[in-house]
């Protein structure tokens, strides 16, 4: 398993599928809130929708670590307070943040200021690592990620103002995301990817569950089979792209490896395209697409000199 996480063509397409993994969330959520009846601005419903996704995808997770490797589920206690800890903020906080920001902000903004995670994971990388240093390369990748986001919403509103508990709230879900990866690959090195997965899952989700639950009016969700279809789909998104995830962090650089998550706007607008009616793919789309493959291609460019210098090695 480990030769899957450390060979660059494996980790490119691990990353690239968790990317798209990601990205088809925002279809499902959409077809998800409509099919459950959850009124828009109900922010305490979709709290608790999160939390039941959240926890059914760490159950799951811990569940299958269970079968493959038992004894990697027993965790102590400082690493137990080390998965709260990222839990809360990798779970619990971002997305209270993500959903209520997303909210009250426009698609275009909402995926720009999404897009942003990638820019703070590499500043902070930057920083706390000496091998994980910012580089041309890294600067050309935002640069044309970031344009692919910015062309792929080209033609909706975008207004020009900033409310902390929309734009800012937004921008505070990309920094908590940023944070928690680099806490994911300091602080639980010495844990299985999958326990870091599960556990944190779970912590975050119940916390969720126990501020949600109490608030929540009668009605707020109504369940249908297809809800349940979608509710297990979206765990097991959830719970198949950060499994894959933390085990990526655990061998790559996470500055490098956050590049590709510029993918998942972009994943999530085709696919929006494809299962929503009234969303179609245009010209701005496949744009968004090739500069975005720019963007990875820049990241991943080792040059011909290099290349051959760790050949002759």
């Known amino acids: 398993m480990k030769g899957i996480f450390i060979n660059k063509w494996s980790v490119i397409g691990?990353?690239?599928?968790?990317?798209?993994?990601?990205g088809s969330a925002f279809p499902v959520l959409k077809v998800s809130y409509e099919e459950l009846q959850m009124a828009p601005d109900d922010v305490i419903a979709k709290i608790v929708f999160a939390g039941m996704r959240f926890l059914l995808a760490g159950l799951l997770v811990l569940a299958f670590l269970l079968v493959i490797?038992?004894?990697?589920?027993?965790?102590?206690?400082?690493?137990l307070l080390v998965l709260f800890?990222?839990?809360?903020?990798?779970?619990?906080?971002?997305?209270f943040f993500?959903?209520?920001?997303?909210?009250?902000?426009?698609?275009?903004?909402?995926?720009?200021?999404?897009?942003?995670?990638?820019?703070?994971?590499?500043?902070?990388?930057?920083?706390?690592?000496?091998?994980?240093?910012?580089?041309?390369?890294?600067t050309v990748g935002m640069l044309a990620g970031f344009t692919g986001i910015v062309?792929?919403?080209?033609?909706?509103?975008?207004?020009?103002?900033?409310?902390?508990?929309?734009?800012?709230?937004?921008?505070?879900?990309?920094?908590?995301?940023?944070?928690?990866?680099?806490?994911?690959?300091?602080?639980?090195?010495?844990?299985?990817?999958?326990?870091?997965?599960?556990?944190?899952?779970?912590?975050?989700?119940?916390l969720m569950l126990l501020i949600g639950v109490p608030q929540m009016s009668a009605g707020a969700i109504v369940f249908t089979p297809l809800g349940w279809g979608l509710l297990v789909y979206s765990a097991l998104l959830s719970a198949i792209a950060f499994a894959l995830w933390y085990s990526l962090l655990k061998y790559n650089h996470a500055g490098e490896i956050s590049m590709?998550?510029?993918?998942?706007?972009?994943?999530?607008?085709?696919?929006?395209?494809?299962?929503?009616?009234?969303?179609?793919?245009n010209i701005f789309i496949f744009v968004a697409i090739?500069?975005?493959?720019?963007?990875?291609?820049?990241?991943?460019?080792?040059?011909?000199?290099?290349a051959y210098a760790k050949k002759v090695q």
């Open 260 to 281: 590709y998550k510029f993918i998942v706007p972009v994943a999530g607008t085709v696919l929006s395209s494809i299962f929503i009616p009234g969303e179609n793919l």
């Open 151 to 206: 062309v792929a919403n080209w033609g909706q509103e975008l207004q020009f103002i900033f409310r902390w508990d929309g734009e800012g709230f937004m921008i505070l879900a990309a920094i908590t995301s940023a944070i928690a990866m680099i806490l994911a690959k300091e602080l639980a090195a010495g844990i299985h990817p999958f326990a870091v997965t599960g556990w944190q899952l779970c912590l975050g989700a119940i």
């Open 98 to 138: 993500f959903y209520n920001g997303l909210a009250k902000v426009s698609g275009m903004q909402g995926s720009i200021l999404a897009s942003s995670e990638t820019f703070f994971t590499v500043i902070l990388a930057h920083y706390y690592y000496k091998n994980d240093r910012l580089n041309w390369k890294k």
């Open 14 to 22: 691990v990353a690239v599928f968790c990317s798209v993994l990601w």
């Open 290 to 306: 090739a500069m975005v493959a720019v963007g990875i291609i820049a990241v991943n460019y080792k040059g011909k000199n290099i």
């Open 69 to 79: 490797n038992p004894k990697k589920i027993k965790i102590t206690r400082r690493q």
């Open 85 to 95: 800890v990222l839990g809360i903020v990798q779970t619990a906080l971002q997305y």
